[in-house]
């Protein structure tokens, strides 16, 4: 394998970005996730991205103390077996005195030392004082793949659930199962049509006051139908408050537009570029 590109601590002549007083700088990064790495956890996730980091020579803040650890802060969990077009990770650099981070170019750096399935598509420097992800993201948009033996009797399920005052989730919190009705958090649900196997839905849920996953719709939609399960789950964006209006934290890339689980049946997994 070519060694990464040099590292992108540049002079400060190539219109970089740089630090804030005490040099540190806080970078925003959007990512997708598809195919085979929807079955890496969170946890590796995080470690390939500081593997990542590592590799094209990033300057990245480490926090004090006797073991230091790079500082990412990742947006909202991601299930394992999820897919996504939409991930997000907030990474503190430090630059060297003296030098920016030329931000343009950080998706061709990283790109080529991320594994395939992963892939940057923005990056932006993020104002001191933002609110991390975990605490600004509204809601989420999600495509829904559910499996039926009636393919035809999925838009019925949809109505009727849509149909119910209640959407009531039981969840094990310390040892214990609790019961909480989530129907406020179900902001939009629609059948977009079929994929090679099953039936496409578009759903959109909450975060905030109360969350509701998507692993909780489909198993509220499947219950008591001998032959149903889940198929793919994909985030497809995640929105915050800008005043009046919802907006994503970084723009998304125009693939994003229009994209379905029935046109991506089998997502295309790139050549091998890093492990």
Not at 217 to 228: C, D, E, F, M, N
Request: with cysteine; glycine share 8%.
């Amino acid at each position: 394998m070519p060694p990464p590109p040099a590292t992108p601590v540049l002079p400060p002549d190539a219109h970089p970005v740089s630090g804030d007083t005490d040099g540190r700088m806080r970078l925003r990064i959007r990512f997708s996730k598809l195919g085979k790495v929807r079955f890496t956890s969170h946890r590796d996730t995080a470690r390939i991205w500081e593997r990542a980091l590592r590799r094209v020579e990033m300057p990245v803040a480490y926090s004090e103390g006797f073991a230091p650890r790079p500082k990412l802060s990742f947006g909202l969990a991601l299930s394992t077996g999820h897919e996504s077009l939409g991930e997000y990770l907030d990474v503190d650099l430090r630059p060297p005195e003296g030098t920016s981070v030329d931000v343009a170019a950080i998706q061709a750096r990283l790109d080529p030392a991320l594994p395939a399935g992963f892939a940057v598509q923005g990056a932006a420097v993020v104002e001191p004082g933002t609110p991390s992800l975990q605490e600004a993201v509204t809601s989420c948009t999600w495509r829904l793949e559910v499996i039926a033996d009636d393919p035809g009797e999925v838009a019925g399920a949809v109505e009727h659930l849509l149909g119910e005052d209640q959407l009531v989730v039981t969840r094990e919190r310390k040892g214990r199962e609790t019961t909480e009705d989530l129907r406020c958090a179900l902001l939009d649900l629609s059948v977009v049509g079929r994929t090679p196997s099953g039936t496409e839905l578009h759903a959109e849920l909450a975060n905030q006051p109360r969350a509701l996953r998507a692993a909780d719709l489909i198993a509220a939609l499947v219950a008591g139908r001998p032959g149903w399960r889940d198929g793919r789950v994909c985030r497809i964006h995640q929105f915050i408050r800008a005043g009046d209006e919802r907006i994503e934290p970084l723009p998304s890339p125009p693939e994003v537009a229009g994209w379905s689980l029935a046109q991506h049946s089998a997502p295309p997994v790139p050549e091998a570029r890093a492990s």
